[in-house]
């Protein structure tokens, strides 16, 4: 038990200390679309990043739920000021109505990164499939904004 305290001690530490695409590694805000409620965003590296969400999904008469996504950025497109990446990754998701849905996403999108590094804003369309109760593909969409601390 101490041993695993003290690898995920190590992980956070240098999580937090390595470069990170922007000053300031943590973001919160808005994205609207399906979901539409919060978002969060923590760098890791200057290519990877953990995306989280709670927001109301338009599917299945508007029911809560909550993602986290580990994203992979590329930095194929240049622009004169800013930083706009393309991103790509995998997660998971649980929805709460009057059964437990758990699913897989798999988002991609595009982030632009404001040369003062304190806002983005962002476009992502998101396949996911449902697990259980029962097997449903969804193909989800949103835009969205977040202030970096």
């Known amino acids: 038990m101490k041993r695993n305290l003290w690898l995920l ?3 956070l530490i240098l999580g937090f200390t390595s470069v990170h ?8 805000g808005l994205m609207f679309g399906s979901p539409t409620g919060l978002s969060a965003k923590l760098w890791l590296s200057e290519a990877s990043a953990l995306d989280a969400g709670a927001a109301w999904s338009l599917y299945h008469d508007g029911y809560f739920r909550i993602h986290l996504d580990y994203l992979h950025h590329s930095y194929l497109i240049n622009v004169s000021k800013g930083k706009l990446p393309l991103y790509y990754g995998i997660g998971g998701r649980v929805g709460f109505s009057d059964d437990v849905r758990v ?3 798999v988002p991609v999108g595009l982030e632009y990164i404001f ?7 962002f476009f992502e369309l998101v396949p996911g499939m449902d697990l259980l ?3 449903e593909f969804q193909l989800d969409g949103a835009i969205g904004c977040r ?3």
């Open 9 to 11: 001690s190590i992980i």
């Open 21 to 28: 695409a922007q000053s300031r590694p943590f973001g919160l």
């Open 103 to 105: 699913g897989l996403r």
């Open 115 to 121: 040369p003062n590094e304190s806002f983005d804003i």
């Open 133 to 135: 109760p029962a097997t």
């Open 147 to 149: 202030y970096f601390f």
